[in-house]
Nanobody, 115 residues
């Protein structure tokens, strides 16, 4: 059973920056893709950023240019560096790993951006 643990969520002011981390219990290169999702109050969960096993990244249009996803394969972590945060970025951020027939999820970390 794979465990994913997110950390780094906090209360920040608009325009600020925050770095989230996802620590995996197993080698993250076992997964074809790792993702960050978020869910804002009253909204559906949405894909924010992804990184595949080869290091290719993708971003939602709403965060492109402001967020950066990266990984440390030695530490089995995936990070999300966020800048120029707005209140619309508020939500619970979840780490996701795409396995063979099974997706794994962390419990989420709360990000709140105040105006």
């Amino acid at each position: 059973q794979v465990q994913l643990v997110e950390s780094g969520g906090d209360l920040v002011q608009a325009g600020g920056s925050l770095r989230l981390s996802c620590a995996a219990s197993e080698n993250i290169l076992k997964f074809n893709v790792m993702n960050w999702f978020r869910q804002a109050p009253g909204k559906q969960r949405e894909l924010v950023a992804s990184i595949n096993v080869g290091g290719l990244t993708n971003y939602a249009k709403s965060v492109e240019g402001r967020f950066h996803i990266s990984r440390d394969t030695g530490m089995n972590t995936v990070s999300l560096q966020m800048k120029s945060l707005t209140p619309e970025d508020t939500g619970v951020y979840y780490c996701n790993a795409e396995g063979l027939g099974t997706d794994y999820w962390g419990q989420g970390t709360q990000v709140t951006v105040s105006s």
